[in-house]
């Protein structure tokens, strides 16, 4: 099994030999005893474990089942079409809505089973693999040398993309996932969201979910296209350079206060008898 792909402005090809399956079997093995003496626990006592820890309760299941039950209602609805685009456009926010808050819900628990005895070992399997199985096209060498060194590469750009290209490789993943989501394909089906997923007007302008004009940065813009707010303030204005009628400044004999007639006859009484 061969695959050609490019990162940045290199060629890279992947090729799988029975040498890598067998080395990614051992390093599967190996992290799953060193998993276990660690005391990592197993897929089907993880469940338990984040219920003691309050992870996940018998509520957050019911509203994980609600979501997969309204994710699914609200995809059939849209793919069904017999709707208006405005209205099509609505579903499909709420879908994309829907499916952000699905993710919310289950990240946590997402992370915990990333943990598990099962997870580690299948990580350790994988890094074996690709370290053993990615080629420079051009000098038709492994990119590393080792696991090692993957492992301590791995983070940066090049490793990182070698690695979502590989993950989409053997285990047949979906580069373009998202554009393949019921919601996505009706938006750019009917030009509502640029090919970055932007929504845009009939003009092909950038606009927010509420179809008011933005820039590139997601500040909504005035007909003349400046910066505003949600109130359609204009955003950017300096409270130092703000212009103000200053009433309460004095001269010094306005602070003095005025002596009353009484207060002033005491006092020439009082010089009189000196």
Partial sequence: MENRFTVGEKDYFIKLTPQAVAEGKKAHNRAFRDAIDDGALLKKSLM??????GVWNDSKEENYKQFIKEIGELEYKLSSGKMKVSEGKTLAIQLSKKRAEFRSLISERNQMEANSVEAQADNARFNALLAKSIFDYDTQKLVYDSVESYV????????????EKFANFIYGVDEKYEDSLVENKFLKRFKLVNESGHFIDKAGRLVDIDGCQVDEEGYRLDKDGKRIDLNGNPIGLNIEDAEFEDDFTTTEDETQPETQPETQAAVEAVAVDQ
Avoid: P, T, V, W
């Avoid at 301590?152 to 690695?163: C, F, M, R, T, V």
């Fill in 48 to 53: 338990n474990h984040m219920r003691e820890q």
């Fill in 152 to 163: 301590e590469k791995g983070s940066d750009e090049l490793g990182i993309a070698l690695a």
